[in-house]
């Protein structure tokens, strides 16, 4: 049974920086891909960046590309986003996912956590 728990949110101003992180544990004798999503008020939930856990091999939406770093921690199972560079536009729950299909899609998922929100201004 795999469970998904994100830590690190919180509230800074535009420029600054936070590092999101996403404990996993039930999944190590399968491949799976760690992504990272973010839904903000009225809006849709986006895939933001994902990362297939047995090569490292990441993957970003363009919105984020140079500001945002995917990573993992293998001995801790744990995923991190660095986020450098906030936006306003950033603000938002972010929700780690865990699937064996790495996309920036809802659909290749099928294990979430609650999400932890970030709020830029």
């Known amino acids: 049974h795999v469970q998904l728990v994100e830590s690190g949110g919180g509230s800074v101003q535009a420029g600054g920086s936070l590092r999101l992180s996403c404990a996993a544990s039930?999944?190590?004798?399968?491949?799976?891909?760690i992504g990272w999503f973010r839904q903000a008020p009225g809006k849709e939930r986006e895939g933001v960046a994902s990362?297939?856990?047995?090569?490292?091999?990441?993957q970003y939406v363009d919105s984020v590309k140079g500001r945002f770093t995917i990573s993992q921690e293998n001995a801790k199972n744990i995923v991190y986003l660095e986020m450098n560079e906030l936006k306003p536009e950033d603000t938002g729950i972010y929700y780690c996912?865990?699937?064996?299909?790495?996309?920036?899609?809802?659909?290749?998922?099928?294990?979430w956590g609650r999400g932890t929100q970030v709020t830029v201004s």
């Open positions: 996912a865990a699937g064996i299909r790495c996309a920036l899609a809802e659909s290749a998922y099928g294990y």
């Open positions: 039930g999944y190590s004798n399968i491949r799976v891909c």
């Open positions: 990362i297939y856990t047995p090569s490292g091999a990441p």
